[in-house]
């Protein structure tokens, strides 16, 4: 009986010790290989040694500040062009945008202030012929002794009041623009000056007031000098004096920089903008730069300020910002975001940023950025 309960107990133990191997195979622990998990904007490279770097560098760098602006034009050559006449137009000689020369006509108004003008003229003279005759008899008849003294005087007095109504009657038909030595009732408006006619306000057939000229027929403007006038804001106004040196870059012509002076720097802020009317001279003697042209303007001020700098071949752009490469260890870049504040004549480019003086960037970002993009795939 004992020896039948030993052998039950060893067959137990048997299968007891059969099942524990079998779990035990099924259940096999199989080491897995560990990842490095990179943060957004990190890389690692194979091979880094072949990409080119550069150390971040800091110079004192004159303080730029950007603005905003239009092309105007000069208004020390812009004359406003109206009629000291009323009347109706009945030709009209230019249109807006038109070079005109000085003395060219403009356009033609009937005008009854002029023919009015004439017929008080013609008047005159009519009144000084018969006075200049009055004047001859008495003349003669004083140098025979038949005529007073104070008759004659009063004769002369009457000749010289006719004379100065004569003269008068003349300014004023001159003053509407006619001739007194040909008469007519057309009002011949001509350019005061030679330039470009940038505003028009009259049509043909349109009626001419001689009281209110207000708006004037026409504005020409001397275009061989322009204004960019900009809006400096509030905050910025310290660091722009008259005499600052300006980079002028238009809408219209990206690929070309224009360079010009602070001229003036309005004492008046616009209360809603918070800002000061900067107005710059450029000469513009081909004639590209025509007024209302959207223009920004970088004015570089006398005062240094240290700048941080790497070359322009280390920034990109992507995503309407700018970036560089900064190399953390042998391996691994980390990419970051720079504000670009203008480049110098050597070819660096000024930034402001997380960097600091000599961190090391890749001094190919384009290169860097396609090296790495073909390693992810």
């Not at 000069?74 to 109706?88: A, E, F, L, Y």
């Not at 790497?310 to 042998?330: G, I, Y």
Request: proline share 4%; charged share 25%.
């Amino acid at each position: 009986m004992k020896q039948r309960l030993l052998d039950s107990l060893s067959v137990f133990v048997l299968l007891l010790a059969i099942l524990f191997l079998t779990s035990c195979a099924d259940n096999k622990v199989v080491p897995t290989k560990t990842e490095v998990v990179l943060e957004p904007g990190t890389y690692e490279v194979q091979h880094a040694e072949i990409f080119k770097l550069v150390s971040v560098s800091m110079r004192n760098l004159p303080l730029v500040v950007s603005a905003n602006g239009t092309i105007a034009p000069d208004v020390n050559s812009t004359i406003h062009v109206t009629s000291q006449g009323s009347g109706r137009v009945v030709d009209l000689g230019v249109r807006l945008g038109d070079y005109v020369h000085k003395g060219q006509r403009l356009l033609s108004i009937y005008s009854a202030d002029l023919a009015g003008a004439f017929s008080d003229y013609q008047k005159a003279v009519a009144d000084e012929r018969i006075a200049k005759k009055a004047l001859d008899r008495a003349s003669l008849l004083y140098s025979r002794g038949a005529l007073a003294t104070k008759d004659l005087e009063q004769a002369q007095v009457v000749e010289e009041k006719a004379q100065v109504d004569v003269e008068n009657a003349a300014q004023h038909v001159r003053v509407l623009g006619g001739d007194p030595a040909h008469p007519s009732s057309m009002i011949e408006l001509r350019a005061p000056v030679s330039g470009t006619v940038v505003e028009q306000n009259i049509s043909g057939f349109e009626g001419v007031k001689s009281l209110d000229n207000s708006p004037n027929l026409f504005t020409i403007a001397d275009l061989s000098h322009v204004w960019v006038v900009c809006d400096v804001y509030e905050n910025d106004l310290g660091q722009v004096h008259v005499g600052d040196t300006a980079e002028i870059r238009l809408n219209a012509y990206p690929e070309r920089t224009y360079h010009g002076k602070v001229a003036n720097i309005s004492r008046v802020l616009d209360p809603t903008l918070r800002s000061a009317k900067v107005r710059i001279v450029l000469p513009n003697s081909d004639g590209s730069l025509r007024p209302g042209m959207y223009a920004v303007a970088r004015f570089r001020s006398q005062k240094l300020k240290p700048e941080l700098l790497v070359p322009s071949t280390a920034v990109m752009r992507l995503q309407d910002k700018d970036w560089v490469f900064r190399r953390e260890n042998p391996k691994r870049f980390r990419r970051i975001e720079i504000q670009t504040l203008g480049t110098t004549s050597d070819g660096w480019q000024a930034f402001a940023g997380t960097l600091n003086a000599g961190d090391e960037v890749v001094s190919d970002a384009l290169d860097f950025s396609t090296a790495v993009a073909e390693q992810g795939r």
